[in-house]
T-cell receptor, first 116, second 117 residues
Framework: AQTVTQSQPEMSVQEAETVTLSCTYD???????LFWYKQPPSRQMILVIR??????QNATENRFSVNFQKAAKSFSLKISDSQLGDAAMYFC?????????????FGTGTRLTIIP | EAGVAQSPRYKIIEKRQSVAFWCNPI?????LYWYQQILGQGPKLLIQ????????DSQLPKDRFSAERLKGVDSTLKIQPAKLEDSAVYLC???????????????FGPGTRLTVL
């Protein structure tokens, strides 16, 4: 079974600074996808960024980028120029590449606080 | 485009009572998921539907939980009887159902927060 570990329960960053959230995972599969989801307080979960395991290039979405280290099974999220609206719980998630197994396996989350 | 709708948003019940949650996915989405998110944990899949068929219910406590998606559109999740440990947020998500395509994003609803006393 796949597992996802987020070792930082809470993180804080000054507004406009850069912060990195860590995630490691364990799998024996070669084909899979990794995601970061954001869950603002009392609001629904939304996708921040995705990474296909077969791609060597790290994904980027505006101020959000990942550092994907496949051999180390590490998938960290970097948020540049942090904004107040970035405050939320961030979940790292794994999805198998096998058909019929599209469920997301989530880590326990990192609560990010933005300091004005 | 309307998002995933869920109701009710909050529910408080006594243990041993029954409760039902409703989810209406994004129009055209073939795949529907129910996740359970216990406080301090990440969401955990309870059941996955592809149209009106069950794909994965391996983590659904079938002695007390049931779910259906009769016409392949909206879905209900029922708990009967509820236990204290069922207190959680129940999230519904939907996706187009493209299988292993990485662009097959799961869109989440606002969730139903259940408190069992």
């Amino acid at each position: 079974a796949q597992t996802v570990t987020q070792s930082q329960p809470e993180m804080s960053v000054q507004e406009a600074e850069t912060v990195t959230l860590s995630c490691t995972y364990d799998t024996s599969e070669s084909d899979y996808y990794l995601f970061w989801y954001k869950q603002p307080p009392s609001r629904q979960m939304i996708l921040v960024i995705r990474q296909e395991a077969y791609k060597q290039q790290n994904a980027t979405e505006n101020r959000f980028s990942v550092n994907f280290q496949k051999a180390a099974k590490s998938f960290s999220l970097k948020i540049s120029d942090s904004q107040l609206g970035d405050a939320a719980m961030y979940f790292c998630a794994y999805r198998s590449g096998n058909f019929g197994n599209e469920k997301l396996t989530f880590g326990t989350g990192t609560r990010l606080t933005i300091i004005p | 485009e309307a998002g995933v709708a869920q109701s009710p948003r909050y529910k408080i019940i006594e243990k041993r009572q029954s409760v039902a949650f409703w989810c209406n996915p994004i129009s055209g989405h073939a795949t529907l998921y129910w996740y359970q998110q216990i406080l301090g944990q990440g969401p955990k899949l309870l059941i996955q539907f592809q149209n009106n068929g069950v794909v994965d219910d391996s983590q659904l406590p079938k002695d007390r939980f049931s779910a259906e998606r009769l016409k392949g559109v909206d879905s209900t999740l029922k708990i009967q009887p509820a236990k204290l440990e069922d207190s959680a947020v129940y999230l519904c998500a939907s996706s187009l159902g493209l299988g292993t395509d990485s662009t097959d994003t799961q869109y989440f609803g606002p969730g139903t927060r259940l408190t069992v006393l």
